[in-house]
Each structure stands twice: as structure tokens, then as C-alpha cells.
């Protein structure tokens, strides 16, 4: 009988003793035995890592390709509700029967003789290139996972590889070097095939990886840049391999980081996108990214879960200050949330502190420890996020904002309707 996608993927979390295990060996075989690597899986392969950025990055790109015509797959991980959404074909979700064959290709591929044993995150990288690599697309977007040189997704050989940012996260896998951190991101480049560096905040060590490879160095702030016109308008100069300058006036502001935003379009001219600006202008008016910056109502949900993405939410936030800022936080029992609460501390008013399920969730109660702890107001504690939404019912004034943070933390609370303002006056 014929596993769904559920069973699938309840088996594959079965699968391997641990659920990371670093390196590039059992992957690249099964993908081998699996012709994934005789071809390319599309003509033009552009690969994103680094520790914040990835996601808007590329949902930017997918937007921009998109609007000009090229048929477009993505790979991206981890998901929010569903597992279809790390692999998109033309706009679209993977289906169930999609992803269920290609988990089959894995299967049969990984049991052949030897028997080859894999991680939930190894397979599912190995179905998604299967799938992509079916669907006959112009350009395929991955997204890097943990790390870079040794992730699943670097099996794949990109013709563009971008690196977003360098932060500390992941220290029990990655450890706290940066430069150590940056080199292990940069392992995604290739000699001969450009490296675009989309922040100027990297450490030396991820351009000196580029150099000693041989891939031409794109640099935001030297190569390409991006400077502001008006609040809502910014504008983008690039270059082209041939070394010719192109730039756009007037874009839009696409709700997402500005330096993302010049790094999606100087990989996408790399990628041999012809942009044209008013193209461009509409896609980026259009992008949203579920879980990045998304507004519902009063609720702005972010999935960001380590100190770099805690002092952008902070900024942006900030600048905002009208009522009350409530937080509905959850964290992993290995993030940096001494880190997190520091940055957000200065902007939140309100803290509603929720505890995440499994072995490395996080109480509510040790979170609002740490929160009282930096001077923080908690408001009160939940044993999940969809509770401590719940909370908040008859509590929210019209001006008020909810920032709620943390990547499981969004992904429970996407799956409800979010409470909103509907007293005269405060609880």
C-alpha cells in the first residue's frame, strides 16, 4: 500500500540515528544512484546562504523571474504549516503526489545495495531536486539549510551563490567564530562562478573564500548598490558579467530588507535575467513572504529567532510608536535568547512569553525569567503560542501592535484567526 505524504513523512523522521549529521558523502551517492547529478536540474541554479535574509532574498528573486517570463522552482526549509511550501513549481506548491514520488525515487535509490542512510532534512532535499529537476523550469532558487559547505542542498554545483548575512546562530552545529561561520557559508561558491556578498557587515573570511576559489566577487556597497530616493523609493545599481552598469530609479519599497532586495536583483542580472524596470517595479510592489514582516490586522508575524533578526525587527518596529507593543514570544531551548530579549526589550511594551512543545522547546515560565530579568514587563504565560494568542481576546486596543517572534511560534499561529482590537480601553 502506497505511503502518503504524512506517512512518508513520519518515516523519514525514523529514518537516521540523529537528526543532523554534517557532510556531503551519503547525500551525494543516493543522489548519484538518482542521475540527479548528471544534468543540471535547470539551466540557471542560483543557491542562497547565510543566517538572516535567505528567505525574503529569494522570495524576491522568485517574484522578479517570475514577472519576466522564466518558469521558476524553489526549494526552501524549514516549512511554517505545510510541508508542500519548501518546494514551489511555476508559483505553486508541490502537490502531495509530487513530493510522494519523488520520496519514492529517494527510497528506492537510498536502499540499493549498500543501503545508504539519511536525515528527514537529506531526504527531502533529494525529493525536492528530483521534482524540480521534473518540471522542466528556466531557473531553480535554493535555499542553504544549516550551514553551507556541508549542507545537503551543496551537492548542487550553482551558477550564482549568494551569501546574505553572517550572524550567530546554529552555535552548537556552526560554533561562534564568525570568520569560521562565514567560511563554512561561503563553501556554496565555485571557482569561476560568481559569489554575491549581500551585506557589508560579512566577515574577511567569506570574500577571502571567494578570492582563493576563483569566483568573481560581486560586493554590495562596491560592484552593486542600493541608496533611497524618498521613504517609500529607493533605487539599485548593478553590474552585468561583462562588467556594464545598469540602473533602476523609483522601486518600491517591497516591505523586506533593502539590502536583500539589491542582492536578489544583482543575482538575478548574474542568472541572466534582462531586467527590465518596469517589470521589476510591479513583482517587487507584489512580493509577500509568509512569516517575514506579515501583517495581519494588527499582528506583524516574523519568524526571526536570533539577535540579528531581533535588531531589525526592533528598528522597524520602533519607528512605529503608537500604543502599546505586545510580543508573543517562544523559543528554542539552544537560541540565543539573552540576545533576542536585549534587542527587543527597548520596543516592546507588553511581553506574553509561550512555551514550544519537543526537546528543545522552551518553557514560557524560563522566558519570562529571562525577559523580567533585562526589565521587562511580562504580561503573562501560555503553554503554547495559539494560547497565548488567545490571551490577548479583549485586551488590544485599536493602536496597539503584536509583534509575535520565533519561527514555530509563527508557524502555530498562521493556522488561526489572530485576536484583534475590540475594547474602548485598556485591560
Known sequence: MARSLA?????????????????????????RRMQLLDHPIAPRVVTVAGTNGKGSTLAMMTAVAAAHGMRVGTYTSPHLVRYNERVTLLGNEASDEQLVAGFEQVEAARCRSPEI?????????LCALWCL?????????????????????????????IVTTIALDHANFLGTDLAQIGREKAGVFRSGRPAVLGSQCLPGSVADTARKLGAPLYELGSTFERSSVESELWQWQGENPDGQRLTLYNLPDPGLPLDNAATALQAL???????????????????????????????????????????????????????????????LDDKDIEGVVAHLIPVVTDWICVGLSGPRGRSAQSLAVEIERQGGFVHGCAATPVLGAEGLKGKLMPEDRVLATGFFTVGELLAIDLPQATCAKPV
Not at 506517512?7 to 543522489?31: C, F, K, N, S, T
Not at 517589470?279 to 517575514?292: C, D, E, F, H, P
Open 7 to 31: 506517512a512518508w513523512l513520519d518515516y523519514l523522521e525514523q529514518l537516521h540515528p540523529v537528526g543532523i549529521d554534517m557532510g556531503l558523502e551519503r547525500v551525494a551517492d543516493v543522489a
Open 117 to 125: 542512510s539519511l536525515t528527514y532534512f537529506e531526504a527531502g532535499t
Open 133 to 161: 529537476a521534473q518540471a522542466r523550469l528556466d531557473i531553480v532558487f535554493l535555499e542553504v539549510g544549516l550551514g553551507g559547505r556541508l549542507d545537503a542542498v551543496n551537492i548542487i554545483d550553482a551558477d550564482v551563490a
Open 269 to 331: 542580472m548574474l542568472a541572466g535575467c534582462d531586467l527590465n524596470a518596469e517589470t521589476t517595479r510591479q513583482a517587487l510592489g507584489k512580493v509577500v513572504l509568509s512569516g517575514r514582516m506579515q501583517w495581519i490586522g494588527q499582528w506583524c508575524l516574523d519568524v526571526g529567532h536570533n539577535p540579528h533578526a531581533a535588531a531589525y525587527l526592533a528598528k522597524r518596529l520602533g519607528a512605529q510608536a503608537n500604543g502599546r507593543l505586545w510580543c508573543v514570544i517562544g523559543m
